[in-house]
Every structure is written in structure tokens, then in C-alpha cells.
């Protein structure tokens, strides 16, 4: 009888055990008569601060892109010039502005006083047509995020072939000296050495007949431009069209001609 009564007294252990059910209970009911009012104010809620979101509606601010040039060649002259401003109602915009070429992010940069400047180099041109355009983003959230209309700029991309014969034919008109690798004089193992070397960066034997051992004999019909003409004891860059850039000898330097040479032969590097 004695534990029947002390488990129905009030303040024994089994009352106090029934306590906290009885709270959970009546909180959950008074929840659901308040719409949850009463638990959302719980000591351990807690709201998600607000931030500041770029709606659809906020205005856009206007931007211009201009570029220096219209036509690249690699290796060739100067790259062309991006300049892209960003104001709204008079007054210039702060943000980041990303470069887009043919579709692909070359460069991020922050607007100082409105204003940007790209000049991205060769390598993130594609050959032939390339649309340019700039995306900027805003600071803070009173403006969108907006895009520039696009610029078109044509790039010509050498083959390895043209860029020796580029280099080749860029040290013409300099000296005959024998021995010497430049850059302002030559002899004609010295000049194919030094073509070879900074338009391919592929380094060749110092001798002539090394250079010819160095490489694969092709067919003169099959010869292309950037192949070397040897013979014994000269060597010469082929330019195509049955033409030659060599240094010839002294007096006369490194000169473009027509192939003089009986019989030479064509070496592939």
C-alpha cells in the first residue's frame, strides 16, 4: 500500500517524472492554437540575418566596350586594347568586370573610378573570328549584374613554319661574320641555329652537318617553309617558292634569294 501512495503523492520522484511530459504536451498545444507563434519564440530559435540579393527589377547600369584593334596576328605587332566604362545616371560604378572571349573567362579585374583595361595575349584567341565582350558585376545590390555588347576581333594564328620563316626573314640586311650566332650578324650555321631557337625554342648542333644529321631528309616536293637547304658547307632556311634566307658570305650578309644551291637537300627539324 505504501508504494501505491507514494507514486500517486505529489513531489515524488514518479510526479516529478510526469512533470516535464506534461509541459511538452501543453507547449505543443498552445503551438498549434498560436500557429506555432509560441515555439518559434523558443529561448534557442534564432532568425537567419537578411542579406542584400540582386533582384531582376534592381536597374542596370550602362557599360561600353571599345577595342584598340580588330585583326591579330600571334607573334606580331601589339595585342589588342579593352577598354570597358561603367557609370549609372552620371556616376561611375565600383565592381569586378570579367573579360569573355569566344566564350571563355580570360580575366577578372576591379573597376577603378569606372574604368577597366584588358589586353589578354595571343594564347586566348582562337584561330579566325573571336567575340569579346565584358560582364560586369556591381557592388553591393542596387545595380544588376550586366553585360557589354560584344566586339569582334579576327586572329591569325602562325604555324611553326611561318614563325621560323618570320624570324628568318627579320635578320636580313645583318652581317656575314664567321663564327658568330647574333643576333646582328651570322654565319649560315649560326643563323639557322638562332632561328630555330627563338622561334621554336628547339636548339640545333652549331655546324652545318650537324644540323644535317640532326633533322630527316625530305623530297624537294615535299619541302615546306621552316625546312633548312643544306649542302656541304652551308645551310640555308627554305621560305617557300623556291626561295632562301641565308648569310651568304662576307660583304654580302644575311640575305633572301631564289635557291642557287646544285642539288640540295631538304632537312625537316
Excluded at 589586353?119 to 553585360?147: C, D, E, F, Q
Excluded at 560584344?150 to 624570324?167: F, H, M, S, Y
Excluded at 633533322?215 to 633548312?228: F, H, W, Y
Aim: with cysteine; glycine share 10%.
Amino acid at each position: 500500500m505504501s508504494t501505491s501512495l507514494d507514486a500517486a503523492r505529489p513531489g515524488t520522484a514518479a510526479a516529478a517524472a510526469r512533470r516535464p511530459r506534461r509541459a511538452i504536451i501543453a507547449l505543443a498545444v498552445a503551438g498549434a492554437l498560436t500557429g506555432g507563434g509560441l515555439i518559434a519564440a523558443a529561448p534557442h530559435a534564432s532568425a537567419a540575418p537578411a542579406t542584400a540579393v540582386k533582384t531582376a527589377s534592381a536597374p542596370a547600369p550602362r557599360a561600353t566596350l571599345s577595342v584598340s584593334k580588330h585583326s591579330i596576328t600571334a607573334g606580331q605587332g601589339t595585342r589588342p586594347v579593352y577598354k570597358v566604362k561603367v557609370s549609372h545616371q552620371g556616376k561611375a560604378v565600383s565592381g569586378k568586370v570579367r573579360l569573355r572571349i569566344s566564350g571563355k573567362s580570360v580575366q577578372v579585374k576591379t573597376l577603378r573610378h569606372g574604368k577597366a583595361t584588358f589586353s589578354p595575349s595571343s594564347a586566348h584567341y582562337r584561330n579566325g573570328k573571336n567575340a569579346a565582350r565584358v560582364v560586369v558585376n556591381p557592388s553591393g545590390s542596387a545595380l544588376r549584374t550586366t553585360s557589354t555588347r560584344t566586339v569582334g576581333v579576327k586572329a591569325v594564328k602562325l604555324t611553326r613554319g611561318q614563325k621560323i620563316v618570320r624570324v628568318a626573314q627579320a635578320q636580313v640586311g645583318d652581317r656575314y661574320v664567321y663564327g658568330a650566332n647574333g643576333p646582328n650578324a651570322f654565319d649560315c650555321s649560326g643563323l639557322t641555329k638562332y632561328v630555330y631557337k627563338k622561334a621554336t625554342g628547339k636548339t640545333l648542333p652549331r655546324s652545318s652537318s650537324a644540323q644535317k644529321n640532326h633533322g630527316k631528309a625530305v623530297s624537294r616536293k615535299n619541302a615546306r617553309p621552316g625546312d633548312l637547304i643544306w649542302t656541304p658547307g652551308h645551310v640555308a632556311v627554305y621560305v617557300g617558292n623556291g626561295k632562301q634566307v641565308e648569310a651568304a658570305r662576307p660583304g654580302v650578309g644575311v640575305v633572301k634569294r631564289h635557291i642557287w644551291q646544285d642539288n640540295p637537300r631538304f632537312i625537316r627539324m
